[in-house]
DNA sequence: TGACTTGATGTTAGCGCGATCCCACGGCCT
DNA sequence: AGGCCGTGGGATCGCGCTAACATCAAGTCA
């Protein structure tokens, strides 16, 4: 209660305050087993008392352990990735781990920078999103000499383990439903980063799979920035406008998709009867609309989740064999918008 | 290149390989001035080459100083707080501070949690939203010794400074709105939290307000989890069902909104003269939405903006007065479901 | 009874850095 | 020549804590 010269409080405040040595304080603090009861209670009492908060700086450096995990991301307005982080949470709460965030917008250089910062906190682990970073960085993971995962994506090679999906074979597999289902005229919409690999690989592995049966992307748009859902409504009504006969559009997150589907059905387009759609993500978002969107799930969640128990093994039991490749796989779910052969 | 022991990499290796002494090397790492060119360079090349990241932690604890500020918020996936955050790196990107998140789920408990986690890193500056904190959680952050902004909310006593708006008088405009427009039967739906009490206060404000009109809030309903559009899709439903008079319904979240109006659009009603709608927070989805919802604005950005400058200014120079305070009107736009008088 | 455990606490020595004070050297003035 | 500065760089100490060992009383067993 007394604020008198407020210089923070140190071990030794609390130490001073209950009669023992700062070490045993330092024990009771730790729940280290090997403290009387009695003491313990009278230490507690005291830091309680005073308000003592430990500084974990002073612990980290002293035990050279950090029980902070970085995780690394492009962006946390995406939907996908607070799921990822949800994932990841759960696990780690069971834990004394922590995750701690770091945001990329995308951007390889802000990727290193954002890296750098969180390895000078010398986590016990890293968690980063994708699998392509620059040299630096990926020299810098490996220098770290901790436990590394690259999520969501396992199209290429991992610095140490991955855990995601293969965004070039959903793609694909997206792909052969339009074709079972007979849409002959496809058009595609997505957002303009040449930075966002992952939508980038599911674009190629459409486009390779509508080869395979003939067919080619007869139009496409991308934008950046704005509200996606009225983007996804601008950006159809304009290609519609440019190239009537499409018979299917196809989107590279649902949230554009969303905004094409409300479209339509403003227009009066028989949906997916006259044109079918498709999204990517299977964001709860959908569950919403008017009607169901087809859309491919990324095993958000879990991904996250395997990610973190990753970690955890790696660190309570630093040579465990790698086994570390985990590729999940994205079920598609054709809704309401994408006929079913 | 030679990874042989993979020791951590010091100071002390850097010095070694570029032959002047740490204190030196030191300096070139944090740009301090007075070192030659020559030896700058000769140092940093050393450092590179050994792929030496500093460690922030022992940096932390010699020089007393951490460039951190904790910014405490309940909730990744409600859109607004992503909006706050980008607010708030906006104005933190031009220093050298560096934001860490901690999430509460909207829980007292784990507010305090977090926030005893967080305080033991000893941050330079603390933001939070809210204006509710447990007495432990007060006097922790009062004992910080350190400039905190609570944010969001300003009804209600600030432990330090405050930057938000009224939640009460937002919903006092609201329903003053309503009540002009002419409309008489109102029904309300929002989230269960009793924990969230920015909600709660506009709830208050609105009814206050409406009760000043001799009108009361004919049904109610609220919820938890689940998507939220398609929450506000059912429960507008239901409550349509139960009391089919109603010509007003107010949403405590733009979200929850968005799927009434989408439901009510569908079922051919007409919006805004059969039944007028209102949301709460601007956010940008509505954009794509078929009619622009209305819904006040809670100035997301701009809140984490200011807050940030407060946090930087009072680190700057610590015994700035407080000057701490500060209220934001949010603005009512009326979109296309609710009359305008 | 003495050698040996066991449990509870104290002592010492850093962890890797940065604040602070210190020194050596060259140039400059009087 | 002596004094004085400014510049570049080194030496020392301590930040607050914990690992590892040391200590000491009170059993425990042959």
């Known amino acids: 209660m007394s604020d008198t010269k407020s210089r923070p409080l140190t071990l030794r405040d609390v130490s001073e ?3 023992v040595s700062e070490m045993t304080v330092s024990r009771v603090l730790r729940n280290r087993s090997d403290v009387s009861q009695a003491t313990r209670e009278k230490v507690l009492a005291a830091a309680k008392q005073l308000g003592y908060v430990p500084n974990k700086i002073a612990g980290a450096l002293a035990s050279q352990r950090v029980n902070l ?90 610095i140490d383990a991955a855990v995601g999906i293969s965004h070039r074979r959903a793609g694909q597999q997206l792909g052969e439903a339009i074709l079972a289902a007979g849409y002959k005229r496809i058009g595609f ?27 080619e992307v007869a139009d496409q748009e991308f934008y950046s920035g704005g509200s996606a859902l009225a983007k996804g409504r601008e950006m159809t009504a304009a290609m519609l406008e440019r190239t009537p006969d499409l018979d299917f559009l196809a989107y590279s997150n649902d949230m554009i998709g969303a905004g094409g589907l409300l479209y339509l059905m403003e227009q009066g387009i028989d949906v997916p009867g006259q044109i079918g759609l498709a999204g990517f993500n299977g964001v709860e978002l959908l ?46 779910s054709f809704g309401d918008t994408l006929r079913q052969s």
């Not at 954002?114 to 980063?128: H, K, Q």
């Not at 980063?193 to 395979?212: C, I, S, V, Y």
């Not at 990324?298 to 630093?318: F, Y």
């Open 189 to 215: 919409m997505g957002t303009k980063m040449p930075l966002d690999h992952r939508a980038r690989k599911r674009f190629e592995g459409m486009t390779q799979a509508l080869a395979k049966g003939g067919v």
């Open 69 to 158: 995990v970085g995780v690394i991301i492009p962006s946390m307005s995406n939907m996908v990735f607070p799921e990822v982080m949800t994932g990841i949470s759960r696990v780690l709460e069971d834990t004394d781990l922590q995750p701690v965030v770091g945001i990329t917008d995308y951007l390889p250089e802000k990727e290193e920078k954002v890296l750098f910062e969180m390895l000078s906190w010398r986590p016990s682990g890293v968690i980063i999103a994708g699998l392509e970073h620059s040299d630096a960085s990926r020299a810098m993971l490996r220098a770290a000499g901790i436990p590394v995962v690259e999520i969501m994506d396992v199209d290429g090679d991992a």
């Open 287 to 332: 569950q919403g609309l008017p009607k169901q969107l087809a859309t491919m799930d990324a095993c958000r969640a879990e991904i996250g989740q395997k990610a973190a128990e990753i970690i955890v093994k790696r660190i309570a039991n630093p040579d465990t064999a790698a086994s570390g490749h985990v590729e999940l796989t994205p079920t598609l």
């Open 17 to 19: 305050a209950s009669g």
